[in-house]
């Protein structure tokens, strides 16, 4: 199965100011078809998660432009541009190339 | 609206069993593969359980294969998860989630996730 980590795995956060997670897999991610099969997910407290980030790279419908994502193979990275208030929460990354599909730790965001 | 409703969650002894039920609504559901995930109490998320769109084809992680099952009735807008042999670390709450398409890429995320039921395994 496909091992996923993340770092840090707590980030305190000031709002106005840039944020960045970082997702590791045991393996690579990348398909054949040029596609790198990582989600990230942003889980509020006592909410479901909610997708900002499917393939690496494309941000969801609805999903604000501060949020973006990089990497490829085994190395990816979540950033937002400027935290806003409503970021706080924890935040997964997942495999999705395999199943099982796996999920990472998590990283919970809060502000300073 | 796209809503995804779960229920059937509830106190169950070590080793019965369970079954827990998600309705779809506002949209066409025979369309999308849908997913269930389940979160331990304090835990993170852990990935339980596919069915493809036409329910030919289901996935399980490791921890549930052999005790769990999961169908879904097209006719109905429904997605099932049969719960057998239960376990403490069965205990959680249970979200079921649909696969998102995006229309030129194929995969699109879970796009869509149930407020969830909670299982507690407890005698």
């Known amino acids: 199965d496909f091992v996923m980590t993340q770092s840090p795995l707590s980030l305190p956060v000031t709002p106005g100011e840039p944020a960045s997670i970082s997702c590791r897999s045991s393996q690579s991610l990348l398909n054949s078809n040029g596609y790198n099969y990582v989600d990230w997910y942003l889980q509020r407290p006592g909410q479901p998660p909610k997708l900002l980030i499917f393939?690496?790279?494309y941000r969801a419908s609805g999903v604000p432009d501060r949020f973006s994502g990089s990497g490829s193979g085994t190395d990816f990275t979540l950033k937002i541009s400027s935290v806003e208030a409503e970021d706080v929460g924890t935040y997964f990354c997942?495999?999705?190339?395999?199943?099982?599909?796996?999920f990472g730790p998590g990283t919970k965001v809060d502000l300073k | 609206q796209v809503h995804l409703v779960e229920s059937g969650g509830g106190v169950v002894q070590p080793r019965k069993s369970l079954t827990l039920s998600c309705a779809a609504s506002?949209?066409?559901?025979?369309?999308?593969?849908m997913h269930w995930v389940r979160q331990a109490p304090g835990k993170g998320l852990e990935w339980v359980a596919a069915?493809?769109?036409?329910?030919?084809?289901?996935f399980y992680a490791d921890s549930v294969k052999g005790r769990f099952t999961i169908s879904r009735d097209n006719s109905k807008n429904t997605v099932n998860l049969q719960l057998r042999s239960l376990r403490g670390d069965d205990t959680a709450v249970y979200s079921c989630?649909?696969?998102?398409?995006?229309?030129?890429?194929?995969?699109?995320?879970?796009?869509?996730w149930g407020q969830g039921t909670t299982v507690i395994v407890s005698s």
């Open positions: 069915i493809s769109y036409d329910g030919r084809n289901t």
């Open positions: 997942m495999q999705a190339l395999q199943t099982p599909f796996t």
């Open positions: 506002g949209f066409t559901f025979a369309d999308y593969p």
């Open positions: 393939l690496g790279s």
């Open positions: 989630a649909r696969e998102g398409g995006d229309i030129s890429i194929g995969y699109g995320g879970i796009d869509v």
